[in-house]
């Protein structure tokens, strides 16, 4: 396995059923919004809290394998209380509130808490997994219901929420290359190169997941007998240095005129390993990869012969 992994840390883990998380019965939604374009995680109804400084970039659209799930809430006493509260603030009718409020009274003086429905509301199928849900179940000490979620899918959340910067492409030269010229290749302030989620379920447990940047690819925009690449670059690629060793870029043998638009459309995608480093949830992602283009003018390079004077 590499050195260069996510590291799953589960931090004051306890028995869900037997948790405090507080608050009162749902309806809380955190949100990490991407920008436009970008997947955005959108938990509703949920007491889990995503942190870190992997959000806000750019998300690879990895998506929950299940887009619902149950959360431990309050115990039988204060659930009556809040929903005695609910219910009184939407104004139910008498018979509507004392039918709404049965099953809640009938668990009072029952060891246990109830669990609720929480979603990822920016999956498709998100609110229709928790609609095929019933919105409340009381469980009893030490068990988690057939639904309820696990570490694994709280490190799951950590991972969908997980983005990455969108590479800035730098070469060397910037505005126009030339057939046969090294063309060299890097990331323009590619900041921290380790970026990392945590969800926390206030509490209850805690997972958090970190990628690492490991190296750069790059796609020339054109066949090998018209460009040759070079890939030795590591995480950021190699800036352009006098007189150093040409390793991150490309060499393009011919010149551009004949594309369309009379450039090459260089790719680079920042490739950023995830793995797993914990017994506890013993499985492992797929990096994540994000790429950006950028055009490229490749000129003759043009000489004059001038005959001596006679």
């Known amino acids: 396995m590499s050195s260069m992994i996510m590291k799953v840390v589960v ?55 299940r887009p619902c799930w149950y959360e431990p809430a309050q115990n039988a006493e204060e659930m009556m209380d809040f929903q005695r509260w609910v219910t009184r603030v939407d104004r139910y009718e008498p018979k509507t509130r004392s039918e709404t409020l049965k099953k809640f009274q009938e668990k009072l003086g029952e060891k246990g808490r109830w669990w609720t429905i929480a979603h990822d ?30 570490l694994q899918e709280l490190v799951d959340i950590a991972r969908a929420a997980l983005t990455v910067p969108e590479p ?40 958090t997941v970190t990628a690492v940047l490991k190296n750069i690819k790059i796609d020339s925009g054109t066949d090998k007998d018209r460009a040759e690449v070079k890939e030795e670059c590591g995480p950021t690629g190699r800036p352009y240095a006098k007189g150093g060793e040409f390793t991150c870029g490309v060499t393009y043998l011919r010149a551009s005129a004949d594309q369309p638009r009379d450039v090459y459309t260089l790719t680079v995608t920042s490739v950023w390993e995830v793995g797993v480093q914990a017994d506890v949830v ?14 490229v003018e490749v000129g003759e390079v043009q000489s004059t012969v001038r005959k001596g004077t006679p």
């Open 168 to 207: 800035k492409i730098k070469l060397s030269p910037d505005a126009r290359s030339y057939v046969n010229l090294p063309t060299w290749v890097w990331l323009d302030g590619a900041g921290e190169t380790t970026r990392s989620v945590t969800a926390t379920l206030p509490g209850v447990m805690s997972a």
């Open 282 to 295: 013993p499985f492992a992602y797929d990096p994540i990869q994000v790429g950006a283009t950028r055009d």
């Open 121 to 150: 509301s920016s999956d498709p199928n998100g609110l229709s997994c928790q609609l095929a849900m019933d919105s409340y179940v009381f469980v009893p000490p030490n068990t988690t219901p057939p639904g309820g979620i696990t």
């Open 11 to 65: 931090a004051g883990l306890m028995l869900l059923a037997s948790a405090d998380p507080g608050g009162g019965g749902g309806g809380v939604e955190v949100r990490t919004s991407q920008g436009k374009n970008y997947r955005a995680v959108e938990l509703k109804n949920s007491r889990i809290v995503l942190s870190g400084n992997g959000r806000g970039g750019k998300s690879d659209g990895y998506r929950l394998k």
